[in-house]
């Protein structure tokens, strides 16, 4: 599909560090997108101060900083993590493979690729994209990050998923974005999910954003503190996987029939 209008143009930054490659690939994909080669992962980041893209194609064995060191950065970057990545490789053995998905690529294409098997590949990113739009948004905040992962393949299929790490950048990101919902571990180090909730709820539209806490003590007090504190509920960890899906569904169906009863008001 050939875009014509620039100002549609979707934006791809390109990184290989064979000279050869990185310009056939962009001469191959000109016609469609808006295409910034990079050399280095050193030169994406430059890039990435001046352009922000739509996708990246990135090359997995770079010499210095690899693929995947490079995606591993992208995604600990709030201003980067929302980027979907493809990886670009000459292998396409199981370690590359399994790597590759553990990693947070969106997708890999084994090179050498022909021009419609890549651009079907980087259009079916941008057809996931706008899918995602239309997705009820929920921000997990945990520090253990087995946590968060299980969060995220356990709720993906249905839900937008944020993950952060370090609860002190909750702010940065919903400046960002617009959770439906809040997953937050009740302790953490620096700020706790006791202490996020007052952050989050100075803001306007979130003063009624439902806020579920992930806790490993189900004592009363716990629970009445987290409740007292705006949580309309919490989810015990080890996490059940039933739970956690029955628990979200509900307090989202719940949340977003009361935001669309107040808008026909």
Same mark, same amino acid.
């Given at each position: ?13 390109? !990184?290989? /560090? ?18 910034? %080669? ?7 980041? #430059? ?5 922000? $893209? ?8 770079? $010499?210095?900083?690899?693929?995947? #060191?490079? +995606? ?19 292998? @396409?053995?199981?370690?590359?493979? !399994? ?34 739009? @239309? ?21 993906? @299929? ?20 617009? %959770? ?13 999910? &006791? /202490?996020? +909730? ?11 954003? %439902? +806020?579920? &806490?992930?806790?490993?003590? @189900?004592?009363? /007090? ?6 007292? &504190? ?7 960890? %080890? +996490? ?13 169906? /719940? ?8 808008? !026909?008001?």
């Amino acid at each position: 599909m050939e875009q014509t209008n620039e100002s549609t143009r979707r934006k791809i930054v390109l !990184v290989d /560090d064979v000279s050869f490659h990185l310009m056939s690939t962009k001469e191959r994909l000109k016609k469609h997108y808006d295409v910034f %080669p990079a050399q280095s992962g050193e030169e994406l980041f #430059e890039l990435l101060e001046k352009v922000k $893209p739509d996708l990246i194609l990135l090359d997995v064995y770079l $010499p210095g900083c690899d693929g995947f #060191e490079i +995606i591993k950065k992208l995604k600990e970057d709030i201003k980067f993590l929302d980027i979907p990545v493809i990886f670009l490789t000459s292998k @396409n053995d199981k370690e590359t493979v !399994v790597g590759a998905m553990k990693s947070g690529a969106a997708d890999l294409i084994k090179k050498p690729f022909i021009d419609a098997e890549l651009i079907e590949c980087i259009e079916y990113q941008f057809d996931v994209e706008i899918q995602e739009k @239309n997705k009820p948004i929920i921000l997990a905040i945990d520090d253990n990050a087995s946590i968060l992962t299980s969060v995220k393949q356990l709720l993906g @299929n249905k839900y937008t998923i944020y993950t952060l790490p370090d609860s002190t950048r909750c702010e940065e990101l919903i400046k960002m974005i617009a %959770p439906d919902l809040f997953l937050l571990d009740c302790k953490m180090p620096k700020l706790s999910g &006791f /202490d996020l +909730i007052p952050i989050i709820r100075k803001y306007q539209e979130h003063e009624e954003t %439902p +806020i579920m &806490f992930l806790t490993s003590e @189900n004592s009363l /007090d716990t629970v009445s503190a987290a409740i007292n &504190f705006g949580a309309c509920g919490y989810i015990t960890k %080890p +996490i059940d996987n039933a739970i956690l899906r029955d628990k979200v569904s509900s307090t989202l169906k /719940d949340y977003i029939l009361r935001r669309r009863l107040r808008k !026909v008001k």
